[in-house]
Each structure stands twice: as structure tokens, then as C-alpha cells.
């Protein structure tokens, strides 16, 4: 999977979706986060970032560890690993992996989508 960068300034609008995934989908995702002991939370938020998403896109949003930042690549990596495993082929969700300093996690956890907490 590439790693997609928004530029800082980007314009990132967040919400609950109108029709989330299967359930199916989110008990697999919810085991797959949940055995990651570096993921504090996970969420499933809509999310769309003009110009670099279109249309709105149901995400996979992790919270990080800090002392995990440098092996995010590889958190990250296992996980797409584990979704293709059960994911349609054609298909794909985006993870979006972020840490508690984060200025989005507020309005991302304010969505209620919420799929996993070590809270």
C-alpha cells in the first residue's frame, strides 16, 4: 500500500457514516486492532480530503502509542497484512494511523465510531 501524506493546511472533513461496514467487517478489523498492543484506539470514521479522496471514504483511524512512533510502518504493514486475508479483492479500507498529540483525534473521536479502546 502507498503511504499517502496530507499536506498540513489540508481541508479533512470527519463524521459518523451513514451506513458503516458489515458487521463481519468490523468484528475482523476489532480483533485485528485489538491484538496490536501498541493501539490505544481505534475508530471508523467517514472522512474526505479534497483532491486526495473522493468520494468520502469510510476509514480505519488508529490511535498509536507514542513510544511506538518508530514502528509505525511495521504496525501498519501487519495490519494490511491481516485485512487482506478477509477483505474484498477490488476493495480496500485506508488506515489512517495517527498518535495522542494528533489535532484531528478530538473530532475524530467525537464521531462515535468508535472500534476499539485500552482506555
Known amino acids: 500500500m502507498a503511504q499517502l501524506t496530507l499536506p498540513i493546511g489540508c481541508k479533512l ?17 476489532q480483533a485485528i486492532v485489538s491484538a496490536v498492543p ?13 483532491g ?5 471514504k469510510q476509514v480505519l ?12 510502518s511495521r504496525i501498519v504493514q501487519a495490519i494490511e497484512e491481516r485485512i ?14 495517527a498518535f495522542n498529540d494528533s489535532e484531528i483525534l478530538r473530532d475524530v473521536a467525537q464521531t462515535g465510531c468508535i472500534l476499539h479502546s485500552r482506555e
Open 13 to 29: 472533513l470527519i463524521g459518523a457514516p451513514a451506513r458503516s461496514f458489515e458487521k463481519d467487517k468490523l468484528l475482523q478489523l
Open 38 to 50: 501498541a493501539i490505544r484506539a481505534a475508530y471508523v470514521p467517514m472522512m474526505f480530503a479534497e
Open 52 to 56: 486526495f479522496f473522493s468520494p468520502p
Open 61 to 72: 483511524f488508529i490511535v498509536v502509542d507514542d513510544a511506538a512512533r518508530a514502528s509505525l
Open 84 to 97: 487482506r486475508g478477509f477483505w474484498p479483492a477490488g476493495d480496500w479500507i485506508d488506515i489512517f494511523p
